[in-house]
T-cell receptor
Framework: AQSVTQLDSHVSVSEGTPVLLRCNYSSSYSPSLFWYVQHPNKGLQLLLKYTSAATLVKGINGFEAEFKKSETSFHLTKPSAHMSDAAEYFCVVTPTGRRALTFGSGTRLQVQP | NAGVMQNPRHLVRRRGQEARLRCSPMKGHSHVYWYRQLPEEGLKFMVYLQKENIIDESGMPKERFSAEFPKEGPSILRIQQVVRGDSAAYFC???????????????FGQGTRLTVV
């Protein structure tokens, strides 16, 4: 069975400082991994996805994530936080060939001025 | 190209009533997925449909919940005899085809927020 664990339910950073949102996964198969962002009362937007072409994945809005198989991690990072980054972030996994996404419980990012 | 459209955005029902949630996938997408998000939780998979077929309903509650995706028109998630515990945000996603694999991005709607009073 596949699952994801988001290690922090809340993360607070100051504007202009780095962001790190942690995610560990477990999967019996070669997984597909995604990060989605959800702004208040909005739908979900795909930030980036791991396609196995490269372990360092670049996404939108300056976010990137590194797939580390040895650590079963897929942490999301951004060098400098912006106020507009405040949102809920979900790490998502699906084993190759399975149809549905399995979501982590989410990390709420707060950005202080 | 309009995104995934869900309506209504907000729905209030009294206990015992029926709730019908609609989802129009993106143009050209023939695969629809429904997810439920309880307060302070992540999204939980409910059901995966193609046109006129239910492919995977392993996440659907056994009673009161049903889903369809007819040949014409939107996908419908139907909840009969709603209870307070059904209050949640229900999200629909669509993809152009195949499984939600690494090469197939799912596009999400803005969700329907159901409140049962």
């Amino acid at each position: 069975a596949q699952s994801v664990t988001q290690l922090d339910s809340h993360v607070s950073v100051s504007e202009g400082t780095p962001v790190l949102l942690r995610c560990n996964y477990s999967s019996s198969y070669s997984p597909s991994l995604f990060w989605y962002v959800q702004h208040p009362n909005k739908g979900l937007q795909l930030l980036l996805k791991y396609t196995s072409a490269a372990t360092l994945v670049k996404g939108i809005n300056g976010f990137e994530a590194e797939f580390k198989k040895s650590e079963t991690s897929f942490h999301l990072t951004k060098p400098s936080a912006h106020m507009s980054d405040a949102a809920e972030y979900f790490c998502v996994v699906t084993p190759t060939g399975r149809r549905a996404l399995t979501f982590g419980s989410g990390t709420r990012l707060q950005v202080q001025p | 190209n309009a995104g995934v459209m869900q309506n209504p955005r907000h729905l209030v029902r009294r206990r015992g009533q029926e709730a019908r949630l609609r989802c129009s996938p993106m143009k050209g997408h023939s695969h629809v997925y429904w997810y439920r998000q309880l307060p302070e939780e992540g999204l939980k998979f409910m059901v995966y449909l193609q046109k006129e077929n239910i492919i995977d309903e392993s996440g659907m509650p056994k009673e009161r919940f049903s889903a369809e995706f007819p040949k014409e028109g939107p996908s419908i998630l139907r909840i009969q005899q709603v209870v307070r515990g059904d209050s949640a945000a229900y999200f629909c996603a669509s993809s152009p085809g195949g499984a939600q694999t690494k090469n197939t991005e799912a596009f999400f709607g803005q969700g329907t927020r159901l409140t049962v009073v």
